[in-house]
């Protein structure tokens, strides 16, 4: 079966060090990839995505994402966490697969 | 501003009483699309639609229907709401007819809880 994995329910980092949420796919052909981000009480809102390219994805708030086919994987990272990144993160496979989230807390 | 909306924010209700919740888009999207958000499932698509009057199943439609008689508006219906569909449900738009190349606009979510 087609899927997206995101192996880290939590992620902890202190302020001002780099981030890094993971995510891999399991998903036919050349599937189109995204990130969402998702603050309290609030719907997704889009971070970046992959289509094709190179493979180094460049989003809103400083965020970008890496892609690598042989591993299957399109991990988000930031240089610098913020106290405001603190929110719930969804990686996605052609808008149909999802990730089931990672809670990401940044520490002051 | 463009944006998709969703009525009831928040909706608590018994078994085998019919609701709707409401969809709307203002930015004259193809595609629009009903995901629920449950702990540890993640999101899961429901049902979408292409265009007006085109509508098929996602990976859980069991115990939901949807319609699409304009563009703008995609209404969510359960027809006889069971404790199982307790969950977070969003509505998303895009552009282009669902090949996954587009940006999603998401709702803000409805919260329903059925006793």
């Known amino acids: 079966a087609q899927s997206v994995a995101q192996p880290e329910d939590q992620v902890n980092v202190a302020e001002g060090n780099p981030l890094t949420v993971k995510c891999t796919y399991s998903v036919s052909g050349n599937p189109y990839l995204f990130w969402y981000v998702q603050y309290p009480n609030r719907g997704l809102q889009f971070l970046l995505k992959?289509?094709?390219?190179?493979?180094l994805v460049k989003g809103s708030y400083g965020f970008e994402a890496e892609f690598n086919k042989s591993q299957t994987s399109f991990h988000l990272k930031k240089p610098s966490a913020l106290v405001s990144d603190s929110a719930l993160y969804f990686c996605?496979?052609?808008?149909?697969?999802f990730g089931t989230g990672t809670r990401l807390t940044v520490i002051p | 501003e463009a944006q998709v909306t969703q009525n009831p924010r928040y909706l608590i209700t018994v078994t085998g009483k019919k609701l709707t919740v409401t969809c709307s888009q203002n930015?004259?999207?193809?595609?629009m699309s009903w995901y629920r958000q449950d702990p540890g499932l993640g999101l899961r698509q429901i049902y979408y639609s292409m265009n007006v009057e085109v509508t098929d199943k996602g990976d859980v439609p069991e115990g939901y229907k949807v319609s699409r008689k304009e563009k703008r508006n995609f209404p969510l219906i359960l027809e006889s709401p069971s404790p199982n569909q307790t969950s977070l449900y969003f509505c998303a738009s895009s552009s282009l007819a669902g090949d996954g190349t587009d940006t999603q606009y998401f709702g803000p979510g409805t919260r329903l809880t059925v006793l």
């Open positions: 992959y289509i094709t390219g190179d493979n």
């Open positions: 930015m004259n999207h193809e595609y």
């Open positions: 996605g496979a052609n808008n149909l697969f």
